[in-house]
Every structure is written in structure tokens, then in C-alpha cells.
């Protein structure tokens, strides 16, 4: 059971947007409304930043959004801040036999 | 306040066994889907396992038959059997509540909303 594809890093300026992609198949993040985002800091546990595709839990700043189009999901940081900088991971069910999978990661650097 | 609590890593030989636990407050394992999700040293998460809440456990193919997850519903706790440990078994496991409900007309899934704190196995001779 391979990944979901994430880019390795992406970068921005303090106050910009980025977009982080998410690629997965039909069998996951294109069958389902069931993807997840999570940011983790070095030597931190991961947070949930996004559910089901473009869902916020509560406390999670509006800043953050997500989106999905076909078999790509993409979280998308506005008015990016120093604290952004972190490990972003996609998540979603799966129809396979292991029902969860992560993206292989993106860290996020602000410039 | 609803906390999940790991224990039970530690440094263990190749083709030795541990067993982890994950201490739970604030809210039920078995109301609740509960994962493992481990993370090797400078690598991306890694999804483990999951633990119904009808009881149905399900895991990953790099575990599969050598790792078995657990509950104990009196004790409120999860629990991650790893037997025939190798190397690339070394990480930091994280267990994560994962909370699906069934709608009217689908399931609504609001992701691994509650994380540990996370516990270091290293497997090495």
C-alpha cells in the first residue's frame, strides 16, 4: 500500500498563500469525503487541522482551508505566520484491507 | 479533559516482543475507533492500526501478523502487542482516536482528533 503523494517542502513569505497537494487514487482520497490534515512541530504530536476534506475543528484558525478535486486534495495556509512552519500530513480512508493511510509529508518553511 | 497517555517503549533485541499501552481520560476506547500510528526517526507518519469500536481491527501489511492491537474496556486502555520485532520497527508510536459516526444517510468521519503524547521503541542488538 504505497502513499498518498505529497511534495517534500513547500515555501512561502510571511502573509502569503501556499497550497500543499495530496495525490492519491479512486480507492482513497478520490472515492472518499474522508481526508484528513494534520501539522506537527519537531518533537510534537500531530494536530488535526482539516477533516473531511475542508471541515476545521474547533480552534483551528480560518486560515487554514481544504479542498479536493477529483483524486488531489489540497490544504491551502493564507496569511502564512512563523508558527506555520511545521510537518504537514494528508490522511485518508482507504477501501483496502488497511482502511488508513499518510501522505509521506511536507514541511512548510517560512521565509 | 480527554487525554490519551503511552507507555511501555523501550530499547528491545531483533525478534523480541513489547507490548505498549495507551492510557485514556476524558472519554471511552471502546465508544471510540483507536489507532497506532508509529513514526520512524526522521521519516513520515505511519498508520498501524485500528480498533473498531464494534471490535473489528484492521492493520497495516508491514505489521500484519506480528503485531496485534487490544483494548481493555474495564481499564480503559488500548494496547499495541508487537511480536517478531525488527529494526525498521523502530519509532515513536502515537495512539489516536479516530472518531466516525453513522448519519441518517452516510458516515461522518472527523479524523484523529486526540493524540498521545507518543512512546520510543528502538529495536537493536
Known amino acids: 500500500q504505497s502513499a498518498l503523494t505529497q511534495p517534500a517542502s513547500v515555501s512561502g513569505s510571511p502573509g502569503q498563500s501556499i497550497a500543499i497537494s495530496c495525490t492519491g487514487t479512486?480507492?482513497?482520497?478520490?472515492?472518499?469525503?474522508?481526508v484528513s490534515w494534520y501539522q506537527q512541530h519537531p518533537g510534537k504530536a500531530p494536530k488535526l487541522m482539516i477533516y473531511?476534506?475542508?471541515n476545521r475543528p474547533s480552534g483551528i484558525s480560518n486560515r487554514f482551508s481544504g479542498s479536493k478535486s477529483g483524486n488531489t486534495a489540497s490544504l491551502t495556509i493564507s496569511g502564512l505566520q512563523a508558527e506555520d512552519e511545521a510537518d504537514y500530513y494528508c490522511?485518508?480512508?482507504?477501501?483496502?484491507?488497511?482502511?488508513?493511510?499518510f501522505g509521506g509529508g511536507t514541511k512548510v518553511t517560512v521565509l | 479533559e480527554v487525554q490519551l497517555v503511552e507507555s511501555g517503549g523501550g530499547l528491545i533485541q531483533p525478534g523480541g516482543s513489547l507490548r505498549l499501552s495507551c492510557a485514556a481520560s476524558?472519554?471511552?476506547?471502546?465508544?471510540?475507533?483507536m489507532n497506532w500510528v508509529r513514526q520512524a526517526p526522521g521519516k513520515g507518519l505511519e498508520w498501524v492500526s485500528v480498533?473498531?469500536?464494534?471490535?473489528?481491527?484492521y492493520y497495516a501489511d508491514s505489521v500484519k501478523g506480528r503485531f496485534t492491537i487490544s483494548r481493555d474496556n474495564s481499564k480503559n486502555t488500548l494496547y499495541l502487542q508487537m511480536n517478531s520485532l525488527r529494526a525498521e520497527d523502530t519509532a515513536v508510536y502515537y495512539c489516536?482516536?479516530?472518531?466516525?459516526?453513522?448519519?441518517?444517510?452516510?458516515?461522518?468521519?472527523?479524523?484523529?482528533?486526540?493524540w498521545g503524547q507518543g512512546t520510543t521503541v528502538t529495536v537493536s542488538s
Open positions: 489516536a482516536r479516530d472518531t466516525m459516526v453513522r448519519g441518517v444517510v452516510r458516515y461522518y468521519y472527523y479524523g484523529m482528533d486526540v
Open positions: 476524558g472519554f471511552s476506547v471502546s465508544s471510540n475507533y
Open positions: 480498533v473498531y469500536s464494534g471490535g473489528s481491527t
Open positions: 479512486s480507492s482513497d482520497v478520490g472515492g472518499y469525503n474522508y
Open positions: 473531511e476534506v475542508s
Open positions: 490522511s485518508s480512508y482507504t477501501s483496502s484491507s488497511t482502511l488508513r493511510m
